[in-house]
C-alpha cells in the first residue's frame, strides 16, 4: 500500500534506512534520561534522552552475518543457529505486541473545498504549510474516493484495549478521520477511537470499543533499559508495493504479520518498488532474549541526532495525558480566541501610470509584489494580523521593500466596517510588519505563558486565522515541543518547521504561550548584491518564540523598524544613492589588453567606468573615464563585495538606434532619441538598498597610473535624475517637461549653467504636437525668458495664461539647432 | 535601383501639400487661339525631347553594408550640349565608380562625372564620345517661373528601368518648399502628378511646348505625387557645375524660421525679414554677434524676407552667395533695435563625410559632417564614425554596431591616438595592416549614445577570404 503519508500532513514516520525492509537498530536510551523507574514520572530531560550504549553488536552481527554464512567454525554456526531462532521466537511474539490501526477516511466537502481553493495561494517557503495540509488532505479524500483504502498506521497493544501509534508531531488530520478499527495479527477487528494525548511522550492512544478488548502480550515490567540486558528490537512495517502486506521485522527477518486465512491466498510479485515510502517502523519494540516485549521506542520526534525515546508502557501511560475530548475542547477555545485578537488588514499600492505614457520610458516599473511573491502582485494585498496592544497589529509576514515604498492606504478591518490604519513599520530583525489603528478598541491578547522549564515533547496547540470559502476561520492543530533553542533565550523549537509565522501558540490549557515569528539576519551587501540590490530578504529561520522575547520589540518597535521599508511617494521611491558614474563590464580580451588580467581576475571582476559625473562621489574620489572599479565595501554590512562584471547587465543598446534612426530624418523636427540610460544600475540600487549615510569604500584601478586604490565615501543622495524627476504636465498645451537632470546634461554636452527643460511627453494631437515638439526636446524659453527650471516653465505659461494670450511661443532646442514654436494656450 | 523615393511621410509634408493652394485658374492668355489637342502636344514634346533622353546606368560604390559593395542603379538624364553635356540627379550619378549610358536604345558609352551639387541634387555629366561622332540632339530649357498650376506636363525617363517612357500629367504647385530635413534647403520644386519612379530620376519634365521645365527628381510614394528641380534652378546650378565642379557656398551657421511657419503653427507679426531661430555655436553668425531670436532684415543693405516658408530657400541662397572669409553686414533687429554686425561667412565644405571601407575589420567608417550627420556632429564636430558594420564580420563579433563614434584607436607605433578624419583612421588602419608581426587585435574606444567605452577588435579572422 501507498503508505499514505499524505493523510498526515507531513509524515515523518522513520524510513527504514535503504528503502529495503531491514530492521532498524536502535540503541537503548541511557538510564539517567530514560522514564526507567517505575511509578515515577520521567524527569524532564535536558536535552533529551541521551544515546546509550547499544547492545547494536548483536543485532548487526545478526543482520551481518548472511544466511549462506559458510562454516567458518561450528561454533559460529551455532550461534548463527541460536540468533535464528531467537529472532523467530521475537518475531512471532511481535506478532502478538503489534496491531494494525486501521483509519478509514471521512468525506469532508469542506475540506475537498478547502484545499481546492487554497491552490490559489501560491505561496513559497515556510508558508508553504497550509498548501501541503490542503495538499495533502485532498490527497487522503481522493485516495478514500477513488481507491476506497484506508490508512493502516502501526500500532503497540500497551494493555488491555489499549493500542499507542507515534505522534510524528505533525497532528493527525482528524477533521477526516472516519471509522477507526484495531486490527490484531489474526486478523480481529475491533472498532476503537482516540481516548488520549500523551504529553511526555510523543503518542496517541486508542482504546477499543466494545466487548472483549485485545489482550496485551506479557510486558516485562522489571525490565532496566542499559542494564546491559539484551535485546532486539521489532517492528511491524508494510510492504512498500503491497500495501495490504505487512511484515513483523526483526535484524533483516521478514515474518508476515497477518496470519489469517485470507491473507494467504495473496499473490506476490516480484519487483517490489524502492524508494516509496513504506510504513514507518515505529514505533518499535524491544523484545528480551527470551522473546518478552520490552519497551517501546518512539523515535519519529527527536532533537536531532539523539537517540529514540523508549518506554516501559506502564510508565509511559502514566507519564501524563489528557484526554483527546479535553484537547479537542481545547482546541476549540484556542481557535475562538485566536479569532478574537485576529484583523484583517489590507494593502493598497500605488499604480505609477504615468511611466506609460512616458516614451523611452525605461524607469524601472515599480510593480507591488504582493504577500505572495511573484511580480506582478495584485494592486491590494490582505492578510492577518494579530493585535498586540495599544491598537496596534502585528502582521507576520513581509511585503518586500519595493512593494513597502508602494502603499498608498492601509486598513483594518474592525467588526464589519473597514476602518483607516496607518503603517507603522517593518521589523527589521524579524520577519513581520506593524500598523496602527487611531481611535479604535481592538481585543487583545492576554496572559502570557512563561515557556521556560517545558518538559520536552510537551504539546502545544498553534492556531491562525485566515479567511477561506466565504468565512474567518482558526485551525488549530497540536505540536509536540523539542527543546529550548540553544544560546537564543526564550525561544521554542518545535519538532515541524512548518507552523506558520504569526500563529499563537497555547499550551494545552489553553493559555497564550508564544507566536511564531520568523526571524532575519542583516542581509549583507554580498546577499543584497546577489538579489539585484531590489531588497529581497530570504525567509528567517522560522521559530516560535514565547512572547516575553519579542515584547520588548513590540512595546517600543520603532527603534527595530527598517527605516527605509515605509510608504514613499513616486519620487521619492526613484531616489537613488549614488556613486557618480556610467560603467560597462569589462570582458577577459579587454583585460588582458590593458593589463589587469590579474586584477580583474581575467576579466570577471570590474566594471569599466565610462563616464564620470560632476560634483559626485566618484569624482571627488579622483575616479576617471576608464578607471576600473573592483570592490565595495560598506561599513556594517559584512565583507566587501566584488564588482562581477555579469552585474553590469546589458548595457549595449543606449543610444544606438535612438541616433542612428532618426539620424537621416527629422533635424531640426524634434524625434530625437534617449541616449542616457537609467540611473537605476546595479551600483546605484546596491548603494541605495545599504542605505544613505553608511560608510562606503570602492577599490579602483587607475588607468592614470595602473594603480589600485581605494577610497571611502559616505553613502548619499544623488540629485534627482530624469527618471525620478517629478514632471510638470500642462494639460491643455499637451505636454509634460522635467528639468535637465545631471546625467541627461551629461549625455547631451550642456554645461551646468544652460538653462531649459526638457519635453519628456506629448500628445498626440495637442498644440504641442502641432508645434512639432517632441519627446527629449529641450525648452530654453517661453516668451523671451529663460525657463531654467519646470516652475519657471510653469510660470511663464501660467503669465501668459493671465495676460489672456493666445498662444505661448517656446525657443526649442534639439542636437543644437534652435528654433521658435508657439504653442496655443488652452481651449 | 532607384530613384530616391523618398517615402516623405509624415504629416510635415503632407501639411504642406495641404497647405498649398489649389490650381491656380489659368490666365487663359496662354492657351488661347492654340489647340490643345493632346496628340500634338505629345507628339511635339516627344520629337524635341525624345531625342536626348538618357538612359544612365552607374555603377555604385555603397559603404552603407559595412563593406564597399558595388550596385548597379539606374536613372536618367538629358543632353542640355551636342558635345554630350549632359544632366541628372546627384542621388543618381553619386560615388559612382563607372557610368554608361545609352542614348536613344541605339547607343551606350561611358560618361564622367563633371560635377555634383548634393544640396539640390543635380549632377553634370560629359558623355564619352567616339571620335567623330556627330553632334548629339539637346533639349532646350523652358521658363519654370512661368509655369502655373494645371499645366500639362511630361515627365519622361526610365522609371523601372523601362528606357524611354512617357508620362503624363500636370502640375500640381509650382513652390512646393520640402526642405524641412538635411537636403534640399536651396531650391523649391515643382509638384506634379505625372508619374515619378524609380528610374524616372534625373530626366526631363516638359511642358506642352516641349521645353524642359523641371528635372524630375522625387516620388513621395503616394499616387499622383512627383517633384521636379525646376528648370531655372537646374540651369543656374549646371553652369556653376560646369565651371567650377561643385557650387560652392557660404555657411554662416543660422537656422531661420520664416516669420509665418504653418508647419509649425508659429507666426510672428510683420512681413519684413527672415528670423534667426537658431544660431549654431561656433559659427561666424555667433562669432558676428547674431543671438537666437534675431530679426535679420538685411544683408550688405539688401532687404532679406522670408514671410513663408516657401521665401526660404531665396534667403538662403542670398546667403550662401555671400563670398567666404569677406564681413557682410547685417542688419538685424533685437528687441526693437536695429543693429548692424558684421558676420564673415565661411566655406560651407563637403556635403557628406568621406567613405572608407576597413576590409579586415568588416566595416565601413564615414566622416563626420555638419550636413549629412548633424545628430553625430553635435557630439563630435570632427570626427568618424561606423557607416556599416558587415554580418558576419570582425566588427559585429566585437559589437561594434552603425552609429558608433570612434573616439580613440592604437595608432600602431605603441600609443593611442584620438581619431578626427577618415583619412588619419585610414593611415592607421593601412600601418596596421601593413605589420605581419603585430597582434590582429587593435584597442579602440567607441561612442555610443551618451557614452564611451574601449573594446577590442579583434580581426584574426579573415571572413572575406572564407566568404569567397
Redesign the interface.
Known sequence: MRMSKSFRSRSRWARPASGAVLGLVLSVAAAAASPARAGEPAEPPAAGPAPAPAPAADGAAAAAAAPTADGAGGEERDKAARDAELRLKVMEAARRTFVRVVITPRWDEDCLLESLTRSDYSGRGAWDQAGRVAASRLDSLMQHETARQAITVPGVLVGRGLAVIEDDGTGWEWKLVGKVEIVDASGRRWPAKVARLLTRASAYVFETEGAEPPAPPAWRSDFKLGAGERVLSASLLADPADPNRWFVSCAGALLPFDSSPASADRLTFAGRSQGESGSGASPGVFFDAGGRPACVALQSVRLDNDAPAAWRPAEMLESGSVAWADVEKVQARVSAETRRVSYKVRFEFRVDKDDEEEPGGMAARFHPRGLYGGDSGPQDAEAFGVSIGGGRIFIPRMLDGQSVRMLEKVAVKVGDEWRPAVFAGAFRGLVGMLVEVPGARLEELSGFLDTKGVPAMTPFVYCQAEELLGEVRAEARTVRYLAMHRGHGDRLRPNAHWVPPGALLFDLKGSLAGMAVSERAEPTLFQLAGSNGLGGYGDGEMTLSGFSAHRELFSDPTRAFEPSWRPMTRQEQRRLCWLGV?F?PV?E??AE??GCSRETRGGQVGL?V??VYPGSPAEKLGIR??DILLRLGVDGLGEPVPLMARYAGAT?A???S???G????????GG?GR???PRANFLTRLLTEAGPGRKAHVTFLASADRKVKTGSFEVGWAPEDYDSAERLKDEKLGLAVKPITY?VR????LKPEDPGVIVSWVEQGS?AQ???LAPFTLV?GVD?RPAGSTAEFAKAVEDARKQKKDSV?L?V?V????????L?LGE | MTSRLHLLAGT?LLLAAAAGCGPTATSGGKWSGRSADFRQIIERAKGRVYPAIVFVKPIREEFSGGEKQKMEVFGSGAIISTDGLMFTNAHVAEKAASIRVVLGDKEQYPANLVGLDKETDLALLRIELPAGHPPLPVVEFGDSSRVSEGEFVMAMGSPFGFTRSISFGVISNTRRYIG???QYKYNLWLQTDAAINPGNSGGPLVDSEGRVVGINTLGAGGEGLGFAIPSNTARAVLETLREKGSVPRAWLGL?L?PLKDF??????DGDRGV?A?????PSPAREGGIQ??DLILAVNGRPLDAVYVEDLPAVRCRLAELPAGAPAEFTVRRKGQELKLAVTPVDTGEFEGEDFDCKRWNMTVKGISRYA????Y??RKQGVYVQGVRWPGNAQDA?I????IIMSIEDGKGGTVEVASVRQLREIYERLMADPKREK?V?LSIK?????????L?YRRDYKEESR
Do not use: H
Not at chain 1, 542636437?815 to 508657439?822: E, L, P, V, Y
Not at chain 2, 508647419?263 to 510672428?268: A, D, E, G, R
Open positions: 556610467e560597462e570582458a580580451e579587454l589588453r590593458l569599466i565610462s563616464t573615464a576608464q549595449d543606449w543610444g544606438r535612438a541616433m542612428l532618426r539620424m537621416g530624418a527629422m533635424a531640426g523636427m530625437m541616449t542616457w540610460k546625467e551629461t549625455a547631451l554636452g498644440s502641432v508645434a512639432r530654453l523671451g511661443r525657443q532646442s542636437m543644437g539647432k534652435c528654433r521658435f514654436a508657439d496655443k | 510635415s524641412f530635413r538635411g537656422d524660421q508647419s509649425q503653427n508659429t507666426f510672428f528670423l531661430a537658431g544660431v549654431e555655436d537666437n531670436g550627420t548633424p545628430q553625430l553635435y557630439f559589437g554596431q552603425a552609429g558608433d587585435k584597442l555610443r549614445g551618451a557614452y564611451v567605452r574601449p573594446l577590442i579583434d
